[in-house]
Every structure is written in structure tokens, then in C-alpha cells.
């Protein structure tokens, strides 16, 4: 009996602290920032009123579709692009670095410590250090992309390469195969799903993050929501939000789709 | 003729995993190890294919040493011995055909194995060996979709595709139920008839050992204690066999 | 003996196989994604080269101020402690919109379950949290920020919005990857709806709930920067946007990428952390 008080007691106690961390977490940002909570609630609705009366895209807005269109084809073809460059890099850094498929210690580390570093690292440094150097051009947009998008992507591949078991290699090691057969037949086979599985993911990233990354180096449909926005043609400004929202959800659809297929 | 003498591991944690370990296997028949748990049983079949690299003694396959081959030359000796694992090892999103083919990797050259380009008579040697396992149907089957023994005998067909001298099996069984236990045994047995084969297993099951095996070694804490044939195997022996192992073993 | 075993394990679980003629759905799909992944990135890479400016040049000044940045960061207009302050701000939004979007994400996530809501519900739901999230944070903050002013509440109402479609999403696939019959046990002996939330459903989710919590403080934290670099809001994102694109000052913009690195690996380090806590409590 004493036990179940003793418990109940605990459990009573690890959830007051729990409440207290919370409120903690919650006092502390708010008196640093100050944030006015009914400005805040109010200008929910007056946003979304405002999206309505002023980014309906009208007639004027509709001769502008041509050019929101081409910005948004190239937006979607420099993302893949970065994605697909980066997923190739990425696949051999992980696979210098994912402890079944190598046995250097010194270079696991070296792989781990740069891929953690490049995912960490501000997007918003690459962008405006890239923009400073390759001026403003489709190029710098996708340098940025590339940058942003290695470090995730060896992460994630060298921990998918470490689910592999290190049975499945080994059956493959005792038929005398050499290490670059054992990759190209067993392991990449093995893990080729998952694989794909993250270059969709992070594509899909990509072109959702592509309209910063282009609103910060003035490339693709970042940047014409940028120039429409700031001149005041709204209507314009909506029909790229239109834009944007369909290519996402597009691709969301597909690239889930597909990754079904490919779980199979 | 694989003739072992005098091998002995030990491993880095001080644990001595096989002592003054020695015996000699013939063409064209099954040997079964058996013994308890931690024995060691693992421990030599691993360091048979050099898995595992015993620090002194000698493991002769026909007129090759084997213990302390360097790494290049060790691949071309491992040819010759092909292997099957409890947990079968299969590439699962491959065909069972494929996995089969991949027994052939250690013949081909870097770039035609890297990008699975096999040869005609590599296919058909392939489907062949699937249809002598009795799985001729289920060639472009996914692997991951057969079932336990099918995996098992997919597994045989890779290691039978390495046109081995020496087959070696790591608790082949263990996973499976009866009747793939048996469909499994048996093919292990014709196979070693058939090609003049080694096959050297593994066993927790010593009426599986009595049932199959030409050859029985009996392995307790790291050393031989029985090296004879099935007939031999009296209740006495078997008792010696599964002894608790004494203190001493351990260092 | 191997015939008459193999023939009666052919009529059992498995189907028997058309021999030669198994398609491989999945194999299929790879190839033909990674072959128009190749020609899209072809197609990028001989359109993408700007005609203005010398990639040489470029690539040198680049891996110039690259130096700059990582091996010479240095003060420059501001202060270390004005910095750290804004480093401060940026967390403290980041953590902020979290936890609201984590409270109000639960409370619709219940209505997004389609285990727990009514089918057209769950449907609605489902769709509009897409039509959110298909919209870009950024887009959210520049839009309030003109209704209720630049400032602080223009980017927490905008992170907030994001946060919440993220995660209603996510705590509704870890709602419906809770076995029906859980809950149902609790329904059985006649408990009222929110206590089987409460005994039922809290319990088995809560650790997926959390840690979907805190990649999205990541995912926040990285806006937060973002944001107050293109949007003006504040925090070190403004800092790392004036010392890169106004003053030209690498050094500074290597002190500030340094401070954020030294933030995210600590929140790696507490993920890990966090994650082997979770691991206990599953």
C-alpha cells in the first residue's frame, strides 16, 4: 500500500513539475519579445479579410501569368536540380560515413560533424554570401539550394545505410564479391526505397523553400512575389500565391503517391 | 580435404573463443558441430571463411593456407567456400533469381558486378540452381515475399552458385518449422552427394545431427571434444559434450 | 522427398508465381524517377549558367569570403552582446509559436483523426491544414506584417499558422497509428470522450507527440532566423541580413553563423538526449 501511494505521489509530483516547466517555457520568450497577444488575435482575421479583399488576382493580374508561370517552371526545375546534385553528393559522403559500409572510424566522424554543421548553418548566410559573389541569377538560387539541402540529406542517408544489417553484407563479403559490388548489388538495392523515399522529401522541401531562398537572392517566384508585393500590384501577388499553392499540393499528392509505389 | 590444426582465437575483451582447435573434413560429406551455447560453434565456422582471424594455427583448403592469407588473395579462396546464415541474409527488395546471381560476384569484374551485368549462362546457371532447390517458379519472385524456407534455400542456391568446395552453415535451420527444417537438411545432404561437397553445420538439434550428419564435432568451451561419426555418439558422449564448462576454460 | 515437401508449401500461403513474368512495380518507378530526375537536372545545368557575371571570378570571391566567415569571424557593427540578445529573441520566438501551435494543433488534430472525428470532418480538416502548409511561412509573416504592423506579432502569428497546419498533421498520424481496440477498451466501460483522450489515447501518443513538438521548434528556430532576415522582423536573421547585404561585413556574418551553431548543436545534443528519454518511455 505504501508503494502504490509512493507511486501516485511521484506521479502527482513529475506532473506539477512538468506544468511548471511548460509555464516556464511559456513566461520566459514572452518577456523577452513583449508580444502583444490582442494585437496578435486581432489581426488573425483582418489577415485573412485582407487576403481577401486585396489578392484576388483580377484582369490585370492574369496578363502577368505568363511570367509567373516561366519563374515558377524554373523554380521547380532548379530545385530538383540542387536536390538531385546533392543527393548524389550526399550518397557517397554517407557511405564514407554510415558505419556498415565503412570501417574508418576518423572518416565516420569527419562525415557526421560536416553534414551536422551544413544542416545547421542558416540558410540565410548561404543565400546572401552566394548573392554577394554570383550576383543575382538563377545560379545563385540554386548554389543555396544545394548548400541547404547536403547536410540534411547525408544525415539522412547515412542513417538509413546503417539500418542495413550487417548480416546482408556480410553474405555478400564471403562470395568474394569487392566492396564497389557489394554496394552496387546489395546494399543500394537494399535501402534503394528509403533512399528515394528522402530525395522526394527533401525535393518537396526545396520547392517549398525555393520562395524564400529566391525572395533572399531575387531568383524565380521568390523573387516576382518579392517585386509584386513591394510595388503594391496584389492581385499579382495572390495569383503567384495561387501559383504556389497548387505546385505544392501537386507535388505533395505526387511525391506521397510515389513513395507508396515505392514502399512496395 | 579441409584439414584444421592447432587453431586458436582469442577475443580483444581476453574471452578465448577457441583453444588448440583441430580436425579434418572429406569430399562429399555433412559434418555437424555440436555443442552448447557459447561454445564456440559460431566462433570456428566464422573462422573457417576467415569472418573471424584466428591468431595461430592453420586452416588448409586443398594445398592453400588460408589463417594468414592477405586480403586480396582471401578473396579468391572465399570463392570456394560458399555460406548460409540462420537469418538467410537476402537483398529483400531484390528477385530471388538475383540474390542467387549475386553467388557469382566474386568472379566477375569490378564494373560488370557493380552494375549487374551477368552473362547468359550466369542466368541460366542461376535458374538452374533455383530449379534444383525446387523454386524454378519463383525465380523473378521478390525475395522478401517467399517464406522462411524458401529464403533458406534461395540462400543454398547463392552459395551452390559460387561453385564452392565448401559449404558452410550458421544455425541454418533455426528460424524455420519442421517441415522446411527437413526439405532443408535433406537438400543440404544431396548437394554434398551430389557436387562432392563439404558441408559443415551448425546444430542446436543432436537428432538432426544424428539424422543428417556424416561426421560430428562436438565443441565445448572452446576445444574439440568429439570428433567422430554419428554411430559414436553414445549418451556418454553426448554428456561430455554439454558439460558445464569448467573454470579454466575462460582466461 | 524435396518434391512432395515443396509442391505442398506451393499451395500454401503463397500463391503460385507466372514464372518470367513479374513486374517489379517499385523497381519500374525508381528508374523512371531517377531517369527524369537526371534530365531535369541536365536540362537545369545547361540553362542555368548566368551570361553576366565570370563563374571563375565568382567562385573565387566566394571561397574568399568563405575565409572570411569561418576563419576570421570578428565583431563588426555590433556589439557581442547585441548579438547574443538577438540570438536570445529569435529562440524565444521560435520556442514561443511551438508551444502555441503544439496546444492548438492537439485540440484540431482530435477533429483530424479519422479515428476519432467523422469522416467529412477529418476530410475538411485534412484539407485545409494542406492549403496552410502549401502556403509559405514567410508569405504568412509579410502578410500580417502589413495588417498589424512590422513587429514581433506579425512573425508569431505567421510561424504560429505554419506550425499549427504542420503539426496538426503529424499528431493526427500518430492519433490514427493508435490501435482501435485501445480506445476502445476505455469506450466499452462506458467513459465519456474526453476522458478516453485522457486514459486512452494521451498515454500511447504522447511520446510521438513530443518529439514531433521539438522537430518543429527546429523547423521554427530556422524560420525565426529566416524571417527576420526577409521580412524585417528582427532577431539574428535582421543582424545576419544587415552585416551580409548592407555592410558587407563576412566576419561579422561568420560571428553570427558561428553563435547559431553553437544554439543547434546544443539542440541536437538535448534531441539525443530527448530521444533515448522517449525510447525508456515507449
Redesign the interface.
Known amino acids: 500500500m505504501a508503494e502504490l501511494t509512493q507511486f501516485f505521489n511521484r506521479q502527482r509530483w513529475q506532473r506539477a513539475a512538468t506544468l511548471m516547466m ?1 509555464a516556464l ?2 513566461v ?3 518577456w ?5 497577444f490582442a ?2 488575435l ?3 482575421g ?2 485573412w479579410q ?2 481577401g479583399k486585396n489578392f484576388m488576382p483580377n484582369q490585370a493580374a492574369l496578363g502577368d501569368l505568363g511570367e509567373i508561370l516561366h519563374q515558377l517552371g524554373r523554380t521547380i ?2 530545385a ?2 540542387a536536390t ?2 546533392a543527393g548524389v553528393v550526399a550518397l557517397l559522403l554517407a557511405l564514407a560515413g554510415a558505419k556498415t559500409t565503412s570501417r574508418l572510424p576518423l572518416v565516420q566522424m569527419g562525415v557526421r560533424l560536416f553534414a ?2 551544413m ?7 548561404w543565400a ?8 543575382q ?3 545563385t538560387g ?1 548554389l543555396a539550394l544545394f548548400l541547404m539541402t547536403i547536410g540534411y540529406l547525408t544525415r539522412a542517408f547515412v542513417e538509413t545505410l546503417e539500418e542495413v ?1 550487417r ?2 553484407i ?9 566492396y ?7 546494399v543500394l ?2 535501402v ?2 528509403p533512399l ?1 523515399s528522402w ?2 522529401y527533401m525535393i518537396e522541401n526545396n520547392i ?2 525555393a ?2 531562398v529566391g ?2 537572392t531575387g531568383t524565380g517566384i521568390g523573387f516576382i ?1 518579392d517585386l509584386y ?1 513591394k510595388s503594391f500590384r496584389y492581385p499579382s501577388a495572390g495569383l503567384v ?1 495561387l501559383a ?2 497548387a505546385v ?2 501537386a507535388i ?1 499528392l505526387t511525391s506521397t503517391k ?1 513513395r507508396q ?4 | 580435404m579441409l584439414t584444421v590444426s592447432h587453431l586458436t582465437k582469442t577475443y580483444p575483451n581476453g574471452k578465448r573463443g577457441l583453444i588448440d582447435v583441430g580436425f579434418s573434413i572429406a569430399p562429399g560429406s555433412v559434418t555437424a558441430i555440436i555443442g552448447p551455447s557459447g561454445a564456440g560453434k559460431t566462433t570456428l565456422l566464422r573462422s573457417l571463411n576467415r569472418l573471424l582471424t584466428p591468431e595461430a594455427g592453420e586452416i588448409q583448403l586443398g594445398n592453400q593456407e588460408m589463417r594468414q592469407l592477405p586480403p586480396r588473395a582471401l578473396r579468391l579462396v572465399r570463392r570456394q567456400i560458399g555460406m548460409i546464415f540462420q537469418d538467410y541474409n537476402l537483398i529483400e527488395p531484390l528477385s530471388a533469381l538475383e540474390n542467387v546471381l549475386h553467388g557469382c560476384l566474386g568472379r566477375k569484374s569490378l564494373a560488370a558486378g557493380m552494375l549487374g551485368l551477368y552473362t547468359k549462362e550466369e542466368k541460366k546457371q542461376a535458374l538452374t540452381l533455383l530449379e534444383e532447390v525446387g523454386l524454378g517458379d519463383y525465380a523473378l519472385q521478390k525475395a522478401g515475399s517467399l517464406s522462411g524456407g524458401q529464403k533458406q534455400r534461395v540462400g543454398i542456391a547463392r552459395a551452390m552458385m559460387q561453385a564452392p568446395q565448401v559449404i558452410l552453415c550458421d544455425e541454418p535451420i533455426a528460424s524455420l518449422d519442421p517441415a522446411s527444417t527437413h526439405t532443408v537438411m535433406t537438400l543440404l545432404k544431396d548437394l554434398a552427394i551430389q557436387h562432392d561437397l563439404m558441408v559443415i553445420i551448425n546444430l542446436h538439434q543432436v537428432d538432426l545431427a544424428r539424422e543428417f550428419a556424416d561426421h560430428i564435432l562436438g565443441v565445448n568451451a572452446g576445444r574439440i571434444v568429439f570428433d567422430d561419426g554419428p554411430a559414436a555418439l553414445s549418451d556418454e558422449a553426448l554428456a561430455h559434450i554439454y558439460a558445464a564448462p569448467e573454470e579454466a576454460a575462460y582466461g | 522427398m524435396i518434391e512432395t515437401d515443396i509442391s505442398s508449401q506451393r499451395r500454401a500461403p503463397h500463391p503460385p508465381a507466372a514464372p518470367h513474368a513479374i513486374a517489379n512495380p517499385a523497381r519500374k518507378t525508381t528508374r523512371i524517377l531517377l531517369a527524369s530526375l537526371a534530365l531535369i537536372t541536365l536540362y537545369a545545368l545547361a540553362t542555368i549558367a548566368p551570361d553576366n557575371v565570370d563563374l571563375g571570378v565568382a567562385g573565387k570571391s566566394f571561397l574568399h569570403n568563405l575565409d572570411l566567415m569561418f576563419l576570421h569571424p570578428h565583431l563588426g557593427q555590433d556589439t557581442l552582446a547585441q548579438l547574443v540578445d538577438a540570438l536570445a529573441r529569435s529562440i524565444a520566438l521560435a520556442l514561443l509559436t511551438t508551444l502555441i501551435g503544439a496546444v492548438i494543433a492537439f485540440g484540431l488534430a482530435l477533429f483530424t483523426a479519422r479515428n476519432l472525428a467523422p469522416a467529412p470532418l477529418a476530410t475538411a480538416m485534412r484539407s485545409l491544414m494542406a492549403l496552410i502548409r502549401a502556403i509559405p511561412t514567410i508569405l504568412w509573416v509579410l502578410v500580417y506584417a502589413t495588417v498589424i504592423g512590422l513587429g514581433t506579432e506579425a512573425a508569431v502569428v505567421g510561424l504560429s499558422f505554419h506550425s499549427v497546419a504542420y503539426l496538426v498533421k503529424a499528431f493526427a498520424e500518430s492519433f490514427e497509428a493508435v490501435p482501435q481496440e485501445k480506445l476502445d477498451a476505455l469506450r466499452v466501460s462506458g467513459a465519456r470522450f474526453g476522458l478516453v483522450i485522457r486514459h486512452a489515447l494521451w498515454p500511447s501518443v504522447r511520446p510521438s507527440l513530443l518529439s514531433w513538438t521539438f522537430i518543429r521548434f527546429e523547423i521554427n528556430f530556422t524560420n525565426a532566423v529566416a524571417v527576420g532576415a526577409a521580412a524585417g522582423t528582427g532577431g539574428i536573421g535582421y543582424y545576419l541580413f544587415m552585416s551580409s547585404a548592407f555592410y558587407f561585413d563576412f566576419q561579422e556574418v561568420g560571428l553570427i553563423v558561428y553563435l547559431v551553431l553553437a544554439f543547434a548543436i546544443l539542440l541536437e545534443m538535448i534531441a539525443v538526449a530527448l530521444r533515448k528519454h522517449l525510447a525508456k518511455m515507449v
Open positions: 511548460l517555457l511559456l520566459l520568450p514572452q523577452l519579445l513583449h508580444v502583444d494585437d496578435a486581432f489581426g488573425i483582418a489577415g485582407w487576403l526545375v532548379i530538383v536540380a538531385s546534385i551536422s554543421c544542416r545547421n548553418i542558416p540558410f540565410v548566410a546572401l554570401v552566394l548573392l554577394f559573389s554570383f550576383k541569377n538563377d545560379f540554386f544489417p548480416g546482408v556480410e553474405a555478400l563479403e564471403v562470395t568474394g564479391a569487392r564497389w559490388q557489394i554496394i552496387g548489388q546489395g538495392p537494399a534503394s526505397a528515394m530525395l522526394l517549398r523553400d520562395t524564400l525572395m533572399l512575389f508585393f500565391v504556389i499553392i505544392t499540393i505533395e510515389l509505389v515505392l514502399a512496395q
